[in-house]
């Protein structure tokens, strides 16, 4: 196999890398990656927060309103047609990555950023002006390809420009950048509740981080990884020195070389490649870890706090500001991964915060099972306070655990020729999962009441243990040498080496078949396997 980086191993080369400084360079393009978060976030935070206007509900969805008067507290906001606009963007994005995926292998990291800023820009021009639901819908759905190109590129951008040894740091930014969207979405829906049109001005606004992520990934490199994957080595040689502020990067760029010579050697187009055995081990990974980052919960919180804390007797004003105190917590504890991951670990917090989080879902349950009047949905004002307390609690597992990990892991796991097509595959695992919960959680609140709180407590519980055992750590690894931490995985080991002993047969195998042609004999496998490669 070429590649002498990936059997290396951890220490291989790595030790030898010129970790340079930290140019303006690299932090200018660590931001213009996280702008990509940015869009996403801002999305996140709008959606929930527009539909509780009275103005927007009034057009586009009076069913709503009407049912508000007969149905109970669970019930209320359970509309199809409401709930598809919270989540059908993010059936377009699933789209928008798997088209991403191509743009980023062929054209590069960056164009396919400002793509993605691009179709997020025109969703925001055809919703603010919007007349009827069908406008909505397709701005929504223009912005939804957007927010899937951004999505899969921002963390593959990241972390292919990140001093290895600080990837953590960097990777998470595409975290705290979609809390800070999430937060400016929550303020400016709560500081336009008045304006009969402030749902307008909320989807408009939509186009500024758009504007900035194209006009800021005009100003950036395209990550070198990109450049030497398609032959522009040079270039890919002057980018690792502008951005590690340091001439001699050769060690480095080797390491980028030998994936590239992968690579390219490779002639299985990456979407199939994925999807062999080979690949297993990371397939399964990137598919469990993007399922958990929506199975623990979170966008029940982010999508509808507003639609549950006016249900439980709030008032849609300090509704509202709930989801901003929310958003502001689940800024600031994104901050605690953001410092730590590069020494406490990925697979640390992730465990910690399924506990904390499983902790905080029972909490829940029981007290809306015990104190919510189940016609009314009225909580006593004390527990409504408690209840708040534990939802940012639980946000903060999320912000330091089961939101940046996942990401950052996905984009961590693949070697350059899968690399694209494997952090489209997460987004749209990802996206699956975010549609099929802004779909139903208002469904299932319905129909299972509390007891979807102690669903999500079951799966949290799964996810730490399936962690602790199933997902080796990534920190301080090159990440063109982490395969090698599959390899040595005490799990994932055994399959590679049985999938390696497995090929190594089949070459024999066919190298036996060759030689009985050769020779006009029906077999000649023992020969090749006592003897080795004959000559021919
Ligand atoms: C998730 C989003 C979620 C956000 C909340 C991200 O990791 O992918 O779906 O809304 O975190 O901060």
Same mark, same amino acid.
């Given at each position: 196999m070429a590649g002498g980086a990936i059997l290396s191993g951890p220490g291989g080369r790595s030790s030898q890398y010129n970790r340079g400084r930290i140019t303006f360079s690299v932090l200018l393009a660590c931001f213009v990656g996280a702008c990509t978060g940015l869009v996403f976030g801002y999305d996140i935070g709008i959606a929930g927060g527009v539909i509780s206007y009275p103005d927007f509900q009034r057009r586009f969805f009076p069913q709503v309103l009407e049912a508000h008067a007969d149905k109970d507290a669970f019930c209320k906001y359970n509309d199809p047609l409401l709930q598809l606009f919270v989540s059908v963007l993010f059936l377009a994005g699933i789209v928008g990555a798997f088209l991403g995926s191509f743009t980023a292998k062929q054209w590069g990291r960056r164009p396919t950023m400002m793509l993605g800023g691009l179709c997020f820009l025109i969703g925001a021009v055809l919703m @603010? !002006? @919007? #007349?009827h639901v069908a406008m909505l819908i397709i701005g929504r759905v223009v912005m939804g390809l957007g927010v899937g190109i951004c999505v899969m590129c921002g963390p593959l951008f990241l972390s292919e420009l990140a001093p290895y040894h600080l990837r953590g740091a960097f990777n998470t930014q595409f975290q705290l950048f979609i809390t800070i969207g999430i937060l400016v979405a929550q303020c400016i829906n709560y500081g336009n509740?008045?304006?009969?049109w402030g749902w307008r001005l909320n989807l408009g606004l939509a186009g500024l981080p758009a504007a900035l992520l194209m006009v800021g990934a005009a100003l950036v490199p395209e990550t070198p990884a990109h450049l030497v994957e398609v032959g522009r080595e040079e270039q890919g040689r002057q980018v690792l020195r502008r951005i590690r502020g @340091?001439? %001699?990067v050769e060690v480095e760029l080797q390491d980028i070389k030998d994936a590239a010579v992968a690579a390219r050697s490779t002639k299985v187009n990456p979407w199939r490649a994925i999807f062999s055995r080979k690949f297993t081990p990371q397939l399964v990974t990137i598919v469990a870890l993007q399922v958990f980052n929506q199975l623990d919960g979170i966008n029940s919180i982010m999508f509808y706090a507003p639609q549950l804390f006016d249900a439980m007797g709030s008032g849609r004003r300090e509704a509202l500001m709930t989801h901003v105190i929310i958003g502001a917590v689940n800024v600031a504890t994104t901050f605690v991964a953001v410092f730590t991951v590069d020494s406490l670990g990925r697979t640390f917090w992730m465990v910690e915060a399924s506990a904390h989080m499983m902790a905080c879902e029972v909490i829940m349950g029981v007290l809306i099972a015990l104190k919510? %009047? !189940? #016609?009314?949905g009225a909580i006593p004002k004390d527990i409504t306070v408690g209840l708040i307390v534990v939802v940012c609690v639980f946000i903060a597992g999320h912000a330091w655990g089961w939101g940046p990990m996942p990401w950052l892991v996905c984009s961590e796991v693949q070697p350059m020729h899968t690399r694209a097509a494997g952090t489209a595959l997460a987004t749209i695992v990802n996206f699956i999962l975010t549609f099929i919960i802004g779909q139903c959680f208002l469904s299932m609140l319905c129909s299972m009441r509390y007891g979807v709180f102690f669903f999500f407590a079951g799966w949290l519980a799964f996810m730490g243990v399936y962690t602790y055992f199933l997902v080796p750590e990534t920190k301080g690894v090159p990440i063109e040498e982490i395969e090698y931490k599959f390899r040595n995985h005490w799990a994932w080991g055994k399959l590679m080496a049985k999938h390696d002993a497995a090929q190594e047969a089949k070459v024999v195998d066919d190298i036996a078949d060759d030689l009985a042609a050769a020779r006009g004999t029906s077999s000649c496998k023992v020969d090749v396997a006592k003897k080795g490669k004959p000559e021919m």
């Open positions: @603010a !002006p @919007a #007349v509740q008045n304006y009969e @340091a001439e %001699d919510m %009047d !189940p #016609v009314t």
